[in-house]
Every structure is written in structure tokens, then in C-alpha cells.
């Protein structure tokens, strides 16, 4: 499943802040955070059965988050849906990085998926089963899950919603310490929406909150390795700021060389 909620262009020092839960198999084994080799440099997670990655930003200030997409059947995927997660935080740009998934759709089966592609200049949903459907991101808080973005009818979408629109979160600070809690939100009973799930083999196994903001020093990467309820938010804001400043150097290089 997996739940990621975006709260974009609200804040202006923070234009892009993000709330994740990650559903999966607990026995399939992923690395935390770290830098990718490559460029642009990528700060992700690494699910190490298919290399792939199901969250991430780069150096650019582009970030690529994916949830599993309820579908009728299987589709019979050729190809990881992590692995074209990753591929998308290759690219220099949201709009270049929505421009790859439609090509990646066109040529290759993936199993369904629902994904973010999101920088300070455009951000948009790509509800991806037979059929791709691109959504714009509005201005302010965008959750998706299994569904479509912003489902009225998926109840832990709206239970998400309920709780992060309490009182308004107008900094960085006050969404991460909001969501924090909300999406360690244990669950109360069976049949009951929440924000942690365990279900057997199958559970909650990491969550990640992300601020991207106008100066690479205020950004913010915290990781819980399992459940959040159960495990605490480390930080990775060193590792993520690093990439965001090596970003910013290249792109003054680059538009000095140009002048």
C-alpha cells in the first residue's frame, strides 16, 4: 500500500514537505538512506531484492515517491516499479522526470502504481494500472495511497487528511512535528483505518518526513528503520543538504559557463 502525503507550495521557505509510510512484505530487505553514486546525486533508501528505490530526492530538489496502485488484476510488471523510481530521480527536473514516466509506461508493463514527481516549480500525481492519468499537485496538502490522489473514498487518505489539517501548519518545523505523530499513529482495531499497519507478513516497515526548502541548508531527511510508532526518526539532514549545495554549485557552474 504505502501512504505519502505532500504539503506543496504552502510554505514559502518550504515548498515541498513530505510525510511517508512504507507497506511491505517485513522478511524483503532494503538499505537505509544514502547517496547514490552518479549524477545527479540521489539521496534514497535501496530495496535490495529488486534495486530499486520507493522514495527519494536529488540533487536538484526533485522528489520521486511511489505507492502501490490497487488494481483489478495483476498486470504482470517486466519491470520493478523502484527501479523506475530511481530512474526518475536521475532526471533534472519534475516536468523531465514526468516526461520519462510516460515514456517508461509506453514501452515497458510495470505493476500498478501511483507516483509523485514534485520540485519547487511543478509537482504531479501519475495514477499508473492499464491506463496512465496525470494530476496536477494543487497548492497545499496532496495525500495519496492505493487510489487516486486525494480519494474521497479511501478512509486512511481521509483519516490523514482529518489529522494533519488540525490547526495550520505554517513551517517546516510545525508539519514535520505534526506529522511525526500522525503517521505514527498506531492502529486501534481490525477493520479500522490507521496509519501504521500491521497485517501479519505484511506491515509498515519504515516512514520518512522530508523538507525541501529555498536554501539547501534548511532542509530537513528524518528515517525510521521500521514502524514509527515503534522505532525514532534518525537524521539524514547532513547527507541531503550535501547533495542540495553540490546541486546549487553545479547549477551556478553551469550558468556562469553559459553567460
Not at 553514486?37 to 530499486?52: E, H, M, N, T, Y
Not at 504531479?124 to 486525494?150: M, P, T
Amino acid at each position: 500500500m504505502c501512504l505519502l502525503a505532500v504539503q506543496y507550495r504552502l510554505v514559502p521557505e518550504s515548498p515541498i514537505l513530505v510525510a511517508a509510510n512504507r507497506e511491505e512484505y517485513v522478511d524483503r530487505p532494503s538499505q537505509t538512506p544514502s547517496i547514490q553514486s552518479g549524477k545527479p546525486r540521489v539521496l534514497c533508501g535501496i530495496d535490495q531484492k529488486a534495486g530499486g528505490t520507493w522514495l527519494g530526492v536529488n540533487q536538484n530538489g526533485v522528489f520521486v515517491g511511489i505507492c502501490n496502485r490497487a488494481t483489478t488484476m495483476p498486470l504482470f510488471g517486466q519491470r520493478s516499479r523502484g527501479l523506475l523510481g530511481l530512474d526518475l530521480l536521475r532526471c533534472t527536473s519534475a516536468a523531465r522526470a514526468l516526461e520519462k514516466a510516460e515514456t517508461e509506461f509506453a514501452k515497458t508493463r510495470y505493476e500498478g502504481c501511483n507516483l509523485i514527481v514534485a520540485d519547487a516549480a511543478n509537482g504531479y500525481a501519475i495514477h499508473a494500472d492499464e491506463r496512465q492519468e496525470v494530476v496536477e499537485l494543487k497548492d497545499g496538502l496532496n495525500i495519496i495511497g492505493s487510489r487516486n490522489l486525494n480519494d474521497p473514498e479511501d478512509q486512511r487518505v481521509q483519516m490523514a487528511r482529518r489529522l494533519l489539517t488540525l490547526q495550520t501548519l505554517d513551517s517546516p518545523v510545525k508539519f514535520l512535528a505534526v506529522a511525526s505523530k500522525v503517521f505514527a499513529r498506531a492502529p486501534v482495531g481490525p477493520g479500522r483505518p490507521s496509519m501504521v499497519v500491521r497485517n501479519g507478513d505484511y506491515a509498515t516497515v519504515s516512514s520518512t518526513l522530508i523538507a525541501l526548502g529555498v536554501k539547501p541548508r534548511d532542509a530537513i531527511y528524518q528515517f525510521s528503520n521500521g514502524a514509527p510508532d515503534q522505532s525514532k526518526y534518525e537524521d539524514f539532514s547532513p547527507m541531503l543538504r550535501d547533495i542540495l549545495s553540490r546541486g546549487l554549485r553545479e547549477a551556478r557552474t553551469k550558468a556562469k559557463a553559459q553567460a
